[in-house]
């Protein structure tokens, strides 16, 4: 196993919810930031929400008041609630971590680690 291991995608209707897990294996002194991206096909990958070692939370506007990133420390894991899905959610989602803080945390290569992903489709 990677550093990180995704779970919980599926397949939903439009409206409906998923909760996707992050898991991450560190030492428990590492502080790292993480956030969620996903890529659909034919387009670029693009950030969907962030979590920084410091606590700070970033969402894309396409998701913002629909998805809620937070962070379990005991579990060493990463969660990203998704309510009221759309289709134009189906995607590959990945998770990422990178150790501290990034500059940019809804771009890709501010990330070192990453997921192997976990697909999401919403259709009716």
């Known amino acids: 196993q990677g550093l990180l291991v995704e779970s919980g995608g599926g397949s939903v209707q439009p409206g409906g919810s998923l909760r996707l897990s992050c898991k991450i294996s560190?030492?428990?002194?590492?502080?790292?930031?993480m956030a969620w991206f996903r890529q659909a096909a034919g387009k670029e990958r693009e950030g969907v929400a962030a979590?920084?070692?410091?606590?700070?939370?970033t969402y894309a506007d396409s998701v913002k008041g629909r998805f809620t990133i937070s962070l379990d420390d005991a579990e060493d894991t990463m969660y990203l609630q998704m309510n009221n899905l759309k289709p134009e959610d189906t995607a590959m989602y990945y998770c990422?971590?990178?150790?501290?803080?990034?500059?940019?945390?809804?771009?890709?290569?501010?990330?070192?680690?990453w997921g192997h992903g976990t697909q999401v489709t919403v259709s009716s």
């Open positions: 990422a971590a990178d150790l501290f803080s990034v500059g940019r945390p809804l771009v890709a290569s501010e990330y070192v680690y």
């Open positions: 979590i920084e070692s410091d606590g700070r939370i």
């Open positions: 560190k030492a428990s002194y590492d502080r790292y930031s």
